[in-house]
């Protein structure tokens, strides 16, 4: 049987020969693929929104892709902005590799995100995403006490993974304005924080969801 799908490449592997194995993020589901001779096809690049075809394989193996195609966006020729995107969307093959099923949640806030990639700040839109993201797991972090003492935080604050904010003494780590960072948990919007601030941040983004 042959299905027609779409989706953003989140990891490719060596496999046998030339022969590749590709994990796709769909609308639905985070899937992995075949695809013979894949190391030959220029299309496959993490962080590619394809369109393609599966076909279910003789032995039962994972499915086969074939008929591949690519569907681009202004932004892929500028190297930096290809870097910080495929660095960003890496993230997702970790965070999401032992989901069954997803909703269309992360399909959609990658497409969002990646219509905006050429038009502004590429390491703000990742922390803004990143914020939708955590919110919409329930993981948006929304009280006033360290989450490693647990008494309340002052006005300088320290972020751990997944943005959870600590005393800065209480991790050794770079400082930020708890106002800025509750600002941030509220809006999802990064338009208040200055440059060297997003640096910052997306230095811990980047560590992992």
């Known amino acids: 049987m042959i299905k027609q ?22 609308n639905d589901a985070v899937k992995t693929y075949w695809r013979f001779f894949g190391a030959r096809h220029s299309i496959l690049q993490i962080g590619n929104l394809i369109d393609f075809e599966t076909k279910e394989s003789k032995n039962n193996f994972m499915p086969n892709m074939r008929s591949l195609s690519h569907i681009s966006f202004p932004w892929i020729f500028s190297n930096n902005r290809l870097l910080i995107w495929q660095n960003f969307i890496k993230l ?20 969002k995100t990646a219509q905006k990639w050429s038009k502004q700040n590429p390491k703000r839109l990742a922390i803004e995403a990143y914020m939708q993201l955590l919110d919409h797991e329930g993981r948006l972090y ?63 983004l980047i560590k992992g969801f």
């Open 5 to 26: 799908m779409r989706g953003f490449i989140i990891d490719i592997r060596k496999a046998k020969n030339e022969d590749v194995i590709v994990t796709v993020l769909s």
């Open 92 to 111: 997702f093959e970790f965070h999401l590799r032992d989901a069954i099923e997803l909703d269309s949640f992360y399909f959609d806030l990658l497409l």
């Open 142 to 204: 929304d009280n006033d006490f360290c989450y490693i003492c647990e008494t309340i935080l002052e006005d300088k604050v320290g972020l751990m993974k997944a943005f959870l904010p600590t005393h800065p003494t209480c991790i050794y780590g770079q400082t930020f304005d708890k106002k800025e960072i509750f600002k941030l948990y509220n809006t999802h919007s990064t338009i208040h924080l200055e440059n060297t601030v997003i640096e910052k941040l997306y230095r811990i």
